[in-house]
């Protein structure tokens, strides 16, 4: 059987982490990882208390980045030889059934992304503010990358023999910007691609902090690293 390893970035997901891991953990056989950033509302604690042999957690103490704890994972998963690395959102926003879909095409591409925008997909009940800034997100990167995949979504599906260690090494953003980076890095190495229609509903625990102007700034702060993004990659191409 296939070794499949779910990653989880966590800061302070007391309320959803554990409840996610012992769903999925009832429904399919395959090993967990978690990446903590120095919760301090005792998600690590509550994780540790799952007692799962099949379940690792790396505490790294304070907040590196959910880029650089998704690179680590990554990493983790070649050296560990794993054949599919699935990575998602700790705080109840991705579906468990989502999830399961896209483990059942893991073997038609060598990256499965999780997309809000694919035919077939849904956003239900999400506030106004957060729907204009994914597309806003969406509509940006499409424009300023040429890619008309879900570049911002962390639900994804990693088929590792694809992965070389030398394209793996290319993945060092540190913050949100390695969503688009990677599959930028993805796509131009001629890896096959597959959007995957997923289904987002609002948040059941938890509430978005983001208000409009902060969206706004999120937006302006996205086109720049996109600008200077291509600009730098031009810079190493010629």
């Not at 070794?3 to 800061?11: A, C, E, K, N, S």
């Not at 997901?13 to 301090?40: H, M, P, Y």
């Amino acid at each position: 059987m296939d070794r499949v390893l779910i990653f989880l970035p966590t800061l302070n997901e007391f309320k959803s982490a554990a409840s996610l891991i012992t769903e999925i953990d009832n429904l399919t056989k395959v090993n967990f990882l978690i990446v903590d950033d120095g919760s301090r509302d005792g998600t690590h604690e509550e994780l540790l208390g799952l007692k799962f042999e099949n379940l690792e957690i790396i505490q790294r103490g304070k907040r590196l980045g959910i880029g650089s704890a998704h690179s680590l994972a990554i990493s983790y998963a070649k050296n560990r030889s794993y054949d599919y690395l699935l990575t998602m959102d700790a705080d109840g926003t991705h579906r468990v059934n989502d999830v399961l879909r896209i483990l059942e095409t893991r073997e038609t591409a060598d990256l499965v992304v999780g997309s809000r925008f694919a035919p077939g997909a849904e956003i239900i009940g999400w506030p106004l503010v957060r729907i204009l800034l994914t597309r806003s997100a969406h509509f940006v990167t499409r424009l300023g990358l040429g890619l008309d995949y879900d570049c911002s979504s962390g639900l994804r599906c990693y088929k590792m023999v694809a992965f070389e260690s030398e394209l793996i090494s290319k993945f060092d953003a540190t913050d949100y910007d390695f969503f688009f980076k990677s599959i930028h890095q993805i796509a131009r190495r001629g890896k096959l691609i597959l959007d995957f229609p997923v289904k987002l509903e609002a948040r059941v625990l938890g509430n978005s902090k983001m208000t409009f102007f902060q969206g706004i700034r999120s937006i302006s702060s996205l086109i720049l690293e996109i600008i200077k993004f291509r600009s730098n990659d031009l810079v190493r191409r010629f």
